[in-house]
């Protein structure tokens, strides 16, 4: 019984050092998760900006060319 117990113990001992360890690579993808997203948002966030202003000036480019007075005086 005694033993039994000893290597019940020293199985427990083993999963938790296993478990720490397991947790910290969690950890760490977490992190590098979070910063990856917030790299992306940044991406995104100036991919539409620049997407936007873009938007605009075509649109100001097809308004100034159906509009004749503007072709006129350039």
């Known amino acids: 019984m005694e033993r039994l117990n000893s290597e019940l113990y020293l ?4 999963i938790m050092k ?3 360890k397991l ?3 969690a950890q760490k993808l977490n ?4 910063q990856l997203l917030s790299e992306l948002k940044q991406r995104l966030s100036k991919s539409n900006k620049g ?3 873009n938007s605009s000036v075509s649109e100001q480019l097809s ?3 159906s509009n004749p007075s503007n072709s ?3």
């Open 11 to 14: 199985q427990n001992c083993y």
């Open 18 to 20: 296993e478990n720490e």
């Open 23 to 25: 947790r910290k690579k």
């Open 31 to 34: 992190q590098e998760n979070q």
């Open 51 to 53: 997407k936007q202003s």
């Open 63 to 65: 308004l100034s060319s």
């Open 72 to 74: 006129m005086s350039n």
